[in-house]
């Protein structure tokens, strides 16, 4: 009986034909389908029409720069891949701040113009102009190959308050090719020299404000002096006479 059930069985498939099933979205699940595929381009068209009312409001395009406008400042950061601050940019009202480990500024030849970090700071320019009224201040010293005016102009180096100390262990050389140099003091100018020698090279050598030690007037009018000097080094004029005169006044050196 169950070999006669199967074999009717098999007929009947047979004789029906193959059987076809449909695969596919049918009912709400394909209008929910729809929707969200319609969804999805409205989004898109709305994106696509925010970026560009963005960059036409930012004026950014191919020919024009970019501006950032802000009330207060504008602030940028590069950071690492752990969310780091690394380098930071800061425009305010009344400064603007780089904060990074070195800042430099190029031409646009790659030329080093300026560099600055923990260290030094660096000018690399071929000139460093200050067009300040009060010139420069420098708290502690400097150091520098050559300080020179600009053509037509004067160079003054000044210490309103404190000295004004030159040191260089193979020399100072102070030349003016064609004017005077003038060294003007309130109380003592020195001229010293440790191992060698002072040199005074010039057709002329006048001392106009030397003290004059007091003469006789019974001796000559005529006006010769003999210039003396103290075993302090100091100079006086004293008036010729016959012989030297140097140690009949030398009260003067005390």
């Known amino acids: ?87 930071r940019l800061v425009t305010g009202p009344q400064a603007v701040e780089a904060h990074s480990q070195k800042f430099e500024v190029k031409s646009l030849s790659g030329k080093l113009l300026f560099s600055a970090d923990d260290n030094e700071v660096v000018v690399g320019a071929e000139r460093l102009r200050v067009l300040g009224a009060e010139g420069t201040v420098f708290p502690k010293s400097i150091e520098t190959p050559s300080v020179r005016a600009d053509p037509f102009k004067e160079l003054r180096l000044e210490s309103p308050t404190r000295s004004l100390v030159m040191e260089a262990p193979k020399g100072i050389e102070i030349n003016a090719e064609a004017g005077n140099m003038e060294a003007t003091c309130r109380t003592e100018l020195r001229l010293e020299s440790k191992d060698g020698e002072i040199t005074l090279n010039a057709a002329n050598i006048r001392l106009p404000r030397l003290p004059l030690a007091s003469h006789s007037s019974t001796g000559s009018r005529q006006k010769i002096y003999e210039l003396c000097v103290c075993s302090n080094g100091r100079l006086f004029l004293s008036q010729a006479g016959a012989s030297s005169t140097c140690q009949i006044n030398t009260s003067i050196c005390s």
Do not use: D
């Open 1 to 87: 009986m169950p070999q006669e059930q199967y074999a009717h069985r098999s007929a009947m498939q047979s004789s029906e034909g193959p059987q076809v099933y449909k695969v596919g979205i049918y009912g709400w699940r394909k209008r929910c389908l729809y929707f969200f595929v319609l969804l999805l381009m409205i989004l898109i068209l709305v994106n696509l029409a925010m970026t560009i009312w963005i960059l036409k409001v930012m004026n950014f395009t191919i020919g024009n720069p970019l501006y950032f406008q802000s009330a207060r400042n504008v602030t940028v950061n590069i950071l690492n891949e752990k969310t780091k601050v690394l380098t």
